[in-house]
């Protein structure tokens, strides 16, 4: 038994349902429930659900860990007879892979390590803990005598894909009233069988829904209904549908139209996301209610077929989900291109928090970690992060590499990516550790892995907690470790993306990954201060001196002009510099003070010569936040409102309500945040909201009015209270006005340079 008791099953990989009358002869004073289902679970006691949460429990590497769902059930449980159940599917638990499943692109490697069961069956586990106010206790654990019957969800597939046979649905069942002789005995799964991670209590935040939006019809094209949800969302799908009996009703969820006005599934000629709903008719002229249960949908629109005229669909609503569903910040202005912005990046950012960063809710799902420190500040600025950090760091910690940890390659051998190394994804579904010819490695990324170190950084600045750095120092200490091995012979760091994204494909791989290197050795250094670890420090500092030595020694030269800038490694030929060479030195102090004031002129032109940001996710932040620094605010105002790409306005007048994967009309993926750092500018750079030591006890307030913009207010609800800057502009004049809880220092500067 483990802490929950017996695991307990259908036998079967198919979603399932779970019920077990109890009687409480005594008086309760307080009643909890542990549960977990695996994959997913929905808890019910007494004819209700229980709580408000959605696709419990958070997804995990489930051979690790597993967590369960502490429910406080004292006002839903009485005296006489009770009833518990739960429904239970597959999630990442056992994929289906009926419908849309992700699969690596032709560019790259047969996939030698794919996705793997970590069960042979969906498997449900709950302890009932009944206190009594007579001081006794009891507790109740799954067994044998539990019910289980086959759930009218017939199949779920992670992906968004989930068949209804309305048919087999169980009315009633989670009542006590409920006959369930045809309900056949649960089966105890063997300590051989039984999931093998340790289980934890969930704490990052549930899931929940936080929006409704109601789909309109739009039109009909080639057969097929098509509706509007008018928001590209991450949602539980919810409708009514009637007709006889096998009747079926296909819903086809997209995030855009294709030019004839079809819903379109193909991802930039990519891949097709071939997402479908199926509902099947149990009994004629009904009207049946149908709610997904074990996954959720990704898009704007539907298509909508039907297998007969008899088949009628109504009352189509998408229930947007989200674990960032706790607001800590939110920014209003008289420019309502930034305000569009805003809401742009802040609808993507809650569309892909869902227990894991996803890096888009559509085509991959996956727990991609570089916007865990790129993204950070602007969604801490917007969300409450902290636990939900607190959960990726765990995820990162889990599946750091060991030096016994191996994959295969494709002649069958055993591969050692090594010890130390944090995956590019945490957790990780389906291993892609083989280097891409031509493209570097998508398993072992620096400015991805660097998420336990300097993820750990922003989230430490923000909240203010010690803790996060004592929990997570020896992850960053062997991923340093590991990050020396992979130093070439001329002192960089080169194998992995680089500037993902650059529109120009200058990826600068030497110069992006090499300044993350040093980034996490000086930012160790200030954890082992921190925590007084002076012998640690010393050695980190000592390292990141070697790093820029090195750096500054082969990239650091003067251009034509005689300024100097750093050139791009990976042009020989002449000196080539990009936005995020100049910045990323510029941003982790690397450079020589004499040579500062040359390298900002530098960064400034090639701001100025593309008139945009050209720049990638992983270059991106850094770009905006330099930038800031050094005085070029109206610079980044006409890159971000162009009504072209690259831009983010651009998405707007594309119609797009959620950000785009990359700088172009048609992304891949409709629904990336990974390029939302704008938002930390909306912060620190238009409201000056700068943290001068962790926690936001301290503050400088050094606020930007664009030209553009007559009012503006921001709020951001620190841990140690609320911080408000507002401004206005009067007959030329800018009013400042900053309120702050008392807990708080607060500096403030008034010269509004640009």
Known sequence: MNELGNWISQGTQKPFYVRKEFDVKKEIVKAAAYVCGLGQFIFHLNGQKVADHELDPGWTNYDKKIQYVKFDITDLVHTGKNVLGAEVGNGWFIKEDEHYTFSFPAFMPPNPNPYKPFGNELVFAVKLILNYVDGTAETIFADETFKVKEHPVTMSNVYGSETYCAELNQKGWNRIDFDASEWKNAVVVTEQDAPKGELIEQFQPAIKVICSYSAKYVHTVSGRDIYDLGQNVSGMLKLSYRGKKGDVIYIYPAEKLNEAGNVDQVAKNWVTVGNCITCIVGEDDTWQDYRMRFTYFAGRYFAVEKSSESAEIKDIIGESISSAWKTDGTFHCDDTRYVQIYDLVEKAVEANMVSIHTDCPTIERFAWQEPNHLMAPSIMYMKDGRKLWEKFFMDMRIDQLTEEDY????????????????????????HNVLPVP????????????????????????????????????????RYLEHLKTKQNEDGFINHGLGDWGNPDNQLARENVETAFLYADAITLAEFAEILGKEEDEAGFLQFAESVKENYNRRLLVQNESGKWCYRSFEHKEKIVMTQACEALPLYWGMVPEEKIEDVIDSFRQTLIEKQSFASGEVGLPYIIQTASRYGMNAL???????????????FVKNGLTTLGEYWEENPRSHCHDMMGHIIEWYYNGIAGIKPLKPGFKKVLIKPYLPESMNEMSCKYDSVNGKIIVSMRRDDGKIRLDVKADERIDVEIDKTFIA
């Open 407 to 430: 994959f295969m390659d494709l002649k069958g051998n055993k591969y050692f990516p090594g010890a130390g190394l944090i995956p590019s994804q945490a957790p990780c579904y389906i």
């Open 438 to 477: 031509g493209m570097g490695s998508f398993f072992d990324i620096i400015p991805w892995g660097s998420s336990g170190i300097l993820g750990v950084k922003w989230h430490y600045l923000f909240y203010g907690d010690k803790k996060v750095i004592a929990d997570n120092y020896e992850m960053g200490k």
């Open 636 to 650: 980044i105002c006409s890159f971000i409102t162009r009504p072209e790409h690259p831009s983010y306005y651009a």
